[in-house]
Structure formats: C-alpha cells, structure tokens
C-alpha cells in the first residue's frame, strides 16, 4: 500500500493549519436543506463527479482508509480518505495525497447543520504543495485552479 505523500494526516481537521503550505477554507450556506441528503451526495463523491473530477477507481462511497483514484485534465489525482465525519448535525471526510497527485496535502469536504437554524453549510478546508514538476512549473496558475476547483466543489452540492 502506497504510503501518504505528507506527514501531517488529519490537519486539516485542526486551526491552525500547518504551517508551510498553501492553505484554502471556504464555506457555502445552502440554507435549510436536508442534512441527510447533502451528506448522501458529499459522501458518494458527487462534489468532485458534478465538478468535472472523474472517479476511476475506489469505492462508490468515502470510507476510512479507502484509497480513491480521481481524472482531472488528463491527470490521474490518487488519495486517500484519511478521516470520516459521521456526527448528529456534521458529516463529511478528508482525503490526502498519494504517489502521483499534482499536489502534496489534505483537502476536508464538510456538511453542518445549525442546530438552532436549522441552516445546512458546506466548507472545504485544504492545506497542499505543489508535488510534480509541471505544478510547480504552473506556479500561481495551479493555485488559481485550486482556486476554481473549491468554488465549484462548493456550487456543486
């Protein structure tokens, strides 16, 4: 089995994130939604499938330990789910990067219910570095794609 590409495994769970990377956090209101529903689709990958990352290996549902093969822009983006959410009014995971990812790091995909509300809210949270050559070669267009690809995660659900 393919070891993680970063030493910090489930930082992306904790403030402050680890120093020496990129770090992303965004969040989205979806309002008074079904919890159940968002966490069905978070959970099931469609944040990534309806944002144009395709899955082409691993199971059909983010399950600890789970290792998950992505295609995005020809690149093959391996992780894996290194945390699972499964709480009363939060759900979701976080995957790392494996061998052959562009970047280096955690990216967490949260869904949250106000109890008091009853307001559902989706966030991304992500700490990476650029792992390849042509990333890194990309420079500030990967962090622009990195960008883009959480805005649309976030309208995706």
């Known amino acids: 089995m393919a070891e993680l590409t970063y030493s910090e ?15 992303v956090r965004a969040s989205r209101r979806l309002g008074v939604v079904d919890l159940d529903a968002a966490a069905e689709a978070l959970m099931t990958w469609q944040l990534q499938e309806r944002s144009g ?49 562009p970047e280096t790091g955690e990216e967490r995909f949260v869904v949250e219910r106000d109890p008091a509300t009853g307001e559902v809210t989706v966030t991304v949270t992500a700490f ?5 050559w042509r990333t890194r070669l990309a420079g500030p267009l990967g962090r622009l794609l990195q960008r883009t690809m959480t805005q649309r995660y976030l309208k995706a659900l």
């Open 9 to 23: 495994v489930g930082a992306s769970a904790h403030e402050p994130l680890p120093a020496g990377y990129h770090h």
């Open 128 to 132: 990476s570095n650029h792992a390849l």
């Open 53 to 101: 990352v395709r899955r082409v290996s691993g199971p059909p549902r983010a399950t600890l330990g789970a290792d998950v093969t992505f295609r995005f822009l020809g690149q093959k983006v391996p992780c894996r789910v290194v945390d699972v959410v499964d709480e009363p009014d939060r759900r979701g995971f976080a995957y790392g990067t494996l061998p052959g990812h």
